[in-house]
T-cell receptor, first 114, second 114 residues
């Protein structure tokens, strides 16, 4: 059974600081997704990571994937209040001919304080 | 604009009643999914469907049923057999895993059963 663990579960950081969220998973996979969720809202896709060593950046967020370590990171640079949200990683197990079946981590609730 | 529409946004039911949550997409996506989210937790897969007239159980299918009579529609019925139905329900769709596309989510239905 695939397990996806994120840490920390809750992160309070000051504006302007840097921090990293970690996503570990238990089974070989080369497809990993990061999503953002604002309170009471739906999920918004941030990054799709499809190969070992993949790195994607958008604004103050950068995601990377190490399939050998079964680890993805989401790095936040110079945090701003607008980044406050819950961030989920999700892992897809490749089964040929079948639909994606994502397993989500428990989420990291990020609170950026002024 | 293309997207996924879930209705209603809020739903209140008495214990012992079945209730159906609507999910419609005009993205021409083949695959559709239902996830459940409980407070402070990640998403858990209830059911998914890769093509019309076919669907598969996810990790927590007990007490739920679905149908996929049309490509655009994937309604979820929460039956009285579901022991803890109060939750936030998210519908999602994807083109096809061959395109490595992320799931697109609807805005969710918050179900409260008393």
């Amino acid at each position: 059974e695939l397990k996806v663990e994120q840490n920390p579960l809750f992160l309070s950081m000051q504006e302007g600081k840097n921090y990293t969220i970690y996503c570990n998973y238990s089974t070989t996979s080369d497809r990993l997704y990061w999503y953002r969720q604002d309170p009471g809202k739906s999920l918004e896709s941030l990054f799709v990571l499809l190969s070992n060593g993949a790195v994607k950046q958008e604004g103050r967020l950068m995601a990377s994937l190490d399939t050998k370590a079964r680890l993805s990171t989401l790095h936040i640079t110079a945090a701003v209040h607008d980044l406050s949200a819950t961030y989920f990683c999700a892992v897809d197990i490749v089964n040929p001919g079948t639909a994606s079946k994502l397993t989500f981590g428990t989420g990291t609730r990020l609170q950026v304080t002024l | 604009d293309g997207g996924i529409t879930q209705s209603p946004k809020y739903l209140f039911r008495k214990e012992g009643q079945n209730v159906t949550l609507s999910c419609e997409q005009n993205l021409n996506h083949d695959a559709m999914y239902w996830y459940r989210q409980d407070p402070g937790q990640g998403l858990r897969l209830i059911y998914y469907s890769q093509i019309v007239n076919d669907f598969q159980k996810g990790d927590i299918a007990e007490g739920y049923s679905v149908s996929r009579e049309k490509k655009e529609s994937f309604p979820l019925t929460v039956t009285s057999a579901q022991k803890n139905p109060t939750a936030f329900y998210l519908c999602a769709s994807s083109i096809d895993r061959e395109y490595n596309s992320p799931l697109h989510f609807g805005n969710g239905t918050r179900l409260t059963v008393t």
